[in-house]
């Protein structure tokens, strides 16, 4: 498909450059009313996201090399040339993340987790329209029937509208568990996403001593091991945060209840992981029976979002216990 949008003179746009710089614009609306919203102010979002714009653009860029080194003569063209490579979309989030942990670390923004709140339903979108702008590129094509890009241009839009309306609406979620349901699904889609795509990245350390670890993980893709880290994290957050919270509560009622609760969620949250893996690893060796390996592996996502879901909401009910203690009527 021509990619060309805007030709004029010397003067020559693509349409994957003019979808992506007005996303980017659009999103950046987006996440200045949710923040605004808030009580946030304008000059901080624009602060942050223009930094997360020159931060995610190195970072993409650099992950990009180092999964298609072939595509460079060396590390200096990633960033001088780009008439050659693409982007690492993936680097988009962990950008935003490492400017948050920054900021975080030297304490100059209060409230950072509203601000990730706001950025949440940006990122989706902003991600979402780089996936269909993948249409004109050629990139993110499928293995199957479906194409990549198509399905996770939608999954995110649908991510997008869910957080958008949560964002401006009344049943917004405490600070930063916003950032944290954007994390979990798009990492859980990435897993399914990179799966289906037939020009995924992959990181390929050199060295005759990497050889065997190659080998070992060359069907992996590098935005499903984001991914996969992501949904732990979560996961685990919110089980210290449990933990955390009850240890302030009247420790005489239902401990063992909730132990159980846990340990049962753990137990399924291990085994939903373990079929992603065993999903992921038939299906790049039997390609044939890709749809039976998929729905396997669908299923055992949605398994594990369901138990991320499960550990926020005993987490938000101990929450609102822990207060409700403190503070009786």
């Known amino acids: 498909m021509n990619n060309t949008s805007i030709c004029l003179y010397n003067l020559i ?47 993409s860029r650099l992950l990009h090399y180092l999964c298609h080194l072939e595509q460079y003569n060396n590390i200096g063209e990633a960033f001088t040339n780009y008439n050659i490579g693409s982007f690492f979309m993936p680097g988009i989030v962990l950008a935003v993340i490492i400017l948050a942990a920054i900021l975080r670390a030297v304490k100059l923004i209060d409230n950072l987790s509203i601000l990730l709140d706001a950025m949440a339903p940006s990122l989706a979108f902003v991600m979402s329209m780089i996936r269909f702008a993948d249409r004109f590129t050629g990139e993110c094509q499928g293995k199957y029937v479906i194409p990549s890009y198509l399905v996770s241009f939608l999954i995110l839009l649908a991510l997008f509208i869910l957080l958008f309306i949560l964002g401006i609406s009344a049943l917004s979620p405490a600070k930063g568990d916003m950032f944290r349901l954007f994390l979990a699904i798009y990492g859980a889609s990435e897993i399914f996403i990179d799966s289906t795509r037939n020009d995924a990245s992959h990181v390929f350390l050199p060295g005759e001593s990497m050889i065997a670890f190659n080998n070992a993980s060359g069907f992996v893709a590098l935005s499903q091991i984001i991914g996969a880290i992501l949904c732990i994290y979560i996961f685990i957050y919110y089980i210290v945060k449990i933990i955390k919270v009850n240890k302030m509560l009247d420790v005489n009622e239902k401990i063992s209840k909730l132990v159980l609760k846990l340990v049962a969620l753990i137990l399924y949250f291990i085994a939903a992981c373990s079929f992603i893996g065993l999903a ?38 101990a929450v609102y216990k822990s207060i409700s203690q403190r503070c009786p009527s």
């Open 280 to 317: 992921e690893y038939k299906v790049q060796r039997h390609s044939s029976e890709f749809v039976k390996y998929y729905s396997i592996q669908v299923t055992a996502i949605i398994v594990m979002l369901v138990t991320i879901y499960l550990m926020y909401r005993i987490h938000k009910k």
């Open 13 to 59: 746009i693509n349409w994957n450059v003019l979808i992506t710089v007005l996303s980017v614009i659009s999103g950046f609306f987006v996440a200045t009313t949710i923040y605004l919203k808030n009580g946030g102010r304008a000059v901080i979002m624009s602060l942050f996201y223009t930094l997360s714009i020159i931060l995610s653009f190195l970072l």
